[in-house]
């Protein structure tokens, strides 16, 4: 494929530096991002928007530097995430060059449906915070069902390109998880184990939606300040019994997820 080169010339320092504290002022105003995934974000778009249009060169680690005022290393870290991503290919000696159009701009759709939650394979990474036995019955936003005698916990983080985006905490009934064997839950969605293994059937599910500030530690997995908002995202499950043997809150960064519903 033949790749369109642009002339890097000397940078007029002057509006370089205009124009870096205009962006600069942008980025710094979208609620204490890490100046990496607030690069990252801005570097998608402009690809997808076309100003980085396909097969063309993009701008020089040193002109995004003095664009954004960020640190050599950062504008690094975010270009290898659209490299990782496929979007960009690295020529030596030639530059930078855009291959292809992101997919979206929104890594994670809600899903609305039942049938949207367990048949999603979302192309995600996730870290294990904490597998253990839950202090108690869950309690989010609303009593549904009857509470089992004891749950086990699952806390993870959620990331896509290696950026976090969703910290999740599941409580299964115990002895349902006991059953199913932990290792079976390795995987993106665990209400997908749950609707496969229920013996009977599920009475009743449902899914709560919410916007709530990011709490410290919260925030600390996803490269939030506290106070940052967030989308929650509670689903729960009863089974035939009325117990409720399912439940997980899903902490959303607000920047990276979409609700969509078809209204006719």
Known sequence: MHKKERYVGAIDMSAAKAKRDAVGQNLQSRGGMPMYALLLSVFRQRIENGDWALDEQIPTLDELCVE?????????????????????GRYRGRGTFVLKKPESAIWYQVPM??????????????DLLES?????????????GSPAPSYHLLRRLLLRHH???????????????????????????????????????IAHAEQTIRVVA??????KWLDLPPGAPLLAVVRSVVDQNGTLIYESLGHFRGDFVEIHSDLR
């Open 68 to 88: 954004f005022g960020a640190a050599r290393v950062t504008v690094r870290h975010a270009i290898g995430l659209l490299e990782a991503e496929g979007l960009i």
């Open 113 to 126: 449906t039942w049938a949207d939650n367990v048949g999603q394979e979302p192309d995600i990474e996730f």
């Open 132 to 144: 253990r036995v839950a202090d108690g019955a869950p309690f989010h936003f609303r009593e549904v």
């Open 163 to 201: 950026v976090p985006y969703c910290v999740g905490t599941t409580y299964i009934e115990k002895d349902l998880f006991d059953r199913i064997g932990g290792e079976r839950f390795d995987v993106p969605v665990p209400l997908k184990i749950i609707d496969q293994s229920i013996r009977g059937g």
């Open 214 to 219: 990011a709490e410290l530690q919260t925030a």
